[in-house]
């Protein structure tokens, strides 16, 4: 299946508060107005600045990894 961006409703950007969007398989039309189905490690990327990090996920929940400031 081909990943397409979507956007990351649980978080905005930590570096400008812009929307998120992540590099998903799991299908929009799937998600719920409660729950967005991602799969651990896929890309994330911010709408407005360079920022970029990778999802985590476990037991249902999802959230952005630390990242490093280079």
Do not use: H
């Not at 299946?1 to 649980?10: D, L, N, P, V």
């Not at 508060?17 to 729950?35: A, H, I, P, R, Y």
């Not at 799969?39 to 999802?55: A, L, M, Q």
């Amino acid at each position: 299946m081909e990943k397409k961006w979507k956007i990351f409703e649980a978080e905005s950007c930590p570096n400008c508060g812009d929307d998120l969007e992540v590099l998903s398989d799991s299908l929009e039309s799937n998600d719920t107005e409660f729950e967005q189905y991602f799969t651990d490690g896929e890309e994330v990327r911010c709408c407005g600045c360079s920022f970029k990090s990778t999802i985590s996920v476990d037991d249902g929940e999802a959230w952005l990894q630390d990242v490093d400031d280079e």
